[in-house]
């Protein structure tokens, strides 16, 4: 049987292209710095950033951990308050909750039924000695773009550091991170369609961050870079963004057609999070509630039938407790835990989604009890 994976939020198949631009890098043991150099300078070119603010590490986790520790330690002396929201992935809100240990205060920002965080609210939840706020850019479960235009206004305006987690929305929306104002991102090569194990971070000109790990300086780091996956990374951002505009409308497409052929069974299947006609957010993420049966045996079901979806994020799959993301949009735990997360990416066809609503359908059939 065929398997069509539809779970791209939570990673993506490495492209042809991709793994053949990394493939003579395996065997290289030549001088690197030129070539990161040069790497970090397309990188900071395709986010709209200065040159030397891009630098390339282990993946997305890493990269918040190393940004949130590091302005939180670096700046204690100002002030020990700092701000996220509800819904952030599990390597920001647990860098938090550690912080909030070792002394610092966290204030975590309501979110709308959408999944937009409240400006109004974060605007009221600034002391005088607020340092810092991380807000992702693109949730990782309902696909809801946060506000982070009018985010970083209100951090200019109160001299606050300002850091995103732009996992989701490298290569599926076009950043600039000078238009959006912040100080820091972070990123992730596997969500572009590239190897897992590799990441980057952009920190603003003037600003600096403690490396996590200590070790050799920089330059002598070089010798030693994973230039295969940095390589690869750079093949998939290219690929991603030299037909973003067309993939995305293909993407927005497939899943209008998978959320209306799912509501149109009229068998209380319910869309979380952002509105289908909302395209400024993820094109393709969507989240259900299905009455008729929990989430983990709704996977287990749809993998039966030759369909890879999720009924989390990656990073959570397998969690006993009900998403907090979805709690934080109004979901009860009970409600939370009957619900699904199927992404659309560039492999994705009209067959598949055909396939996926067939398949509901022959397994609405065995809950006909369904009101």
Known sequence: MKKVYLDYAATT??????????????????????????????????????????????????????????????????????????????????????LASEGFSV?????DTQGIVD??????????????????????????????????????????????DGVQALGNEQIDVKTIGCDAMTFSSHKVYAPKGCGAIYVRKGLSIDPLIASCDLIAANHV????????????????????????AKKRALKRKLVEGLEQMNVGIQLNGPLIDADHHHPGIVNFYYPMMDGDS?????????FAISSGSACS???????????????TAHAAKKCVRITVGDFTTDADIDGFLDATARLLKGNENVK
Do not use: W
């Open 119 to 164: 400006v109004e609210a974060l605007k009221s939840a600034i002391q005088k000695d607020t340092i810092l706020i991380s807000i992702m850019l693109i949730n990782n479960e309902l696909g809801s773009r946060q506000p982070v235009e009018k985010i970083g206004d209100l951090c200019r305006a109160h001299e606050l550091l300002f850091h995103i």
């Open 13 to 98: 198949p490495v492209k042809q292209e991709v793994l053949e631009a990394m493939m003579p890098y395996f065997q290289y043991v030549g001088e690197a710095s030129e070539l990161i150099a040069n790497a970090s300078r397309k990188f900071e070119s395709l986010i709209g950033a200065e040159s030397g603010t891009v630098r390339f590490n282990s993946g997305g986790s890493f990269g918040n951990n190393e940004i949130i520790k590091s302005f939180a330690y670096a700046n204690r002396h100002k002030g020990k308050h700092l701000i996220t929201s509800q819904i952030e992935h599990p390597s920001v809100y647990k860098v938090f909750e550690q």
């Open 107 to 111: 204030t975590y920002i309501k979110v």
């Open 225 to 248: 870079a994973n230039m295969p996956y940095i390589m690869g990374f750079m093949k998939g951002l290219e690929s991603a963004y030299a037909d973003l505009t067309a993939q995305n």
């Open 317 to 331: 799959s397998g969690a006993l407790s009900a998403s907090h993301v979805l709690k934080a949009i109004g979901l």
């Open 298 to 306: 709704l996977v287990i079901n749809y993998d039966f039938a030759g």
